[in-house]
């Protein structure tokens, strides 16, 4: 049974860069794509973007610029950078899989918080 | 402002069925056939209920039933039980490649 789980920093300073990483368990990164998702707290659900397993990227435009994302086959993880950070990026930050256009995986979720 | 509509709000007594809406345009669930419903339990992950507009993951009891036409997909919950109150999102791919969700629907079991 695949498993993720999102970990990173629980508070990022205005400014600056948000980096979380998402390890998968119970199988591999190969062939399907990751994505991030993310929700502001009492809010809905946002797409930030996915990265497929060859490092092809596809990202919410909405973000323009700020966000980055990256794998790491040989530890079977994925990273999210988002730069930048104001408080409207405090939120849930879910990583999920395995597929672009829905998610059969979502990790439980990790509160990233932007305040000085 | 979300990209799909979703009614803020549903209900229904136990046991009776419920069907909440998910709008969009011709540009994403209109055109394209990867609509995806999760359910969300407060402090919890979301689930994936159905994929493909139609389709049930593994597991997903087969009270939970999904449609599309036009421009709009809906979820239908049969049989309501107190389990089944929670957040549904519905999701859609657009011609952009983006994925889209809506702004989410509160079920109440009444």
Redesign the interface.
Same mark, same amino acid.
């Given at each position: 049974q695949v498993q993720l789980q999102e970990s990173g920093p629980g508070l990022v300073k205005p400014s600056e860069t948000l980096s979380l990483t998402c390890s998968v368990s119970g199988g591999s990164l190969s062939s399907y794509s990751w994505?991030w998702?993310r929700q502001p707290p009492g809010k809905? /659900?946002?797409?930030l973007g996915y990265i497929y397993y060859t490092g092809t990227t596809?990202y919410?435009?909405s973000l323009k610029s700020r966000v980055a994302m990256s794998l790491d086959t040989s530890r079977n993880q994925f990273s999210l950078n988002l730069s930048s950070v104001t408080a409207a990026d405090t939120a849930v930050y879910?990583c999920g899989g395995p597929y672009?256009?829905?998610?059969?995986y /979502?990790?439980?979720?990790t509160l990233v918080t932007v305040s000085s | 402002q979300s990209a799909l509509t979703q009614p803020p709000s549903a209900s229904g007594s136990p046991g009776q069925s419920v069907t909440i809406s998910c709008t969009g345009t011709s540009s994403d669930v209109g055109r394209h056939k990867y609509v995806s419903w999760y359910q969300q339990h407060p402090g919890k992950a979301p689930k994936l209920m159905i994929y493909e507009v139609t389709h049930r993951p593994s597991g997903v009891p087969d009270r939970f039933s999904g449609s599309k036409s036009g421009n709009t997909a809906s979820l239908t919950v049969s049989g309501l039980q107190a389990e089944d109150e929670a957040d549904y999102y519905c999701s859609s791919s657009s011609d952009s490649g983006i994925i889209m969700f809506g702004g989410g629907t509160k079920l109440s079991v009444l």
């Open positions: 994505s998702i809905g /659900l946002e797409w596809k919410n435009p879910y672009q256009t829905r998610f059969d /979502l990790g439980q979720g | -």
